[in-house]
């Protein structure tokens, strides 16, 4: 079976730093496309940021381009999102994901398989 399952959630202050961690099984993230997804109170899901798209180079929301960082262990079998300058706008319940195949854009319905999210709450 496909599992996904995130780490690295916390309170921080504006300004912080964190690093989630996506632990996966049944994939081989050399042939998928895993992204960062988050949802904030009262809002829908949007996508924070993708890589292994089938077209194009890594995807970053405008609003966090420049701030966070995906990036992957194959290794490990673990994927990252390295989130820095964080603002009271990044609070949310961040998701890992990943397509079965190769995604031809970074939004919801390509991804197929969702981690159960991790919370991170940007207070002073």
Do not use: H
Not at 76 to 86: D, H, V, W
Not at 88 to 108: I, L, P, Q, W
């Amino acid at each position: 079976q496909v599992q996904l399952v995130e780490s690295g959630g916390a309170l921080v202050q504006p300004g912080g730093s964190l690093r989630l961690s996506c632990a996966v099984s049944g994939l081989d993230l050399d042939s998928i496309t895993i992204g960062w997804f988050r949802q904030a109170a009262g809002r829908d899901p949007e996508g924070v940021s993708c890589f292994g798209l089938s077209y194009f180079g890594p995807y970053y929301a405008a609003s966090v381009r420049g701030r966070f960082t995906i990036s992957k262990d194959n290794a490990k079998n673990t994927f990252y999102l390295q989130m820095n300058g964080l603002t009271f706008d990044d609070t949310a319940v961040y998701y890992c994901t990943a397509s079965s195949t190769r995604a031809e854009y970074c939004r919801r319905q390509y991804m197929d398989n969702w981690g159960k999210g991790t919370t991170v709450t940007v207070s002073s």
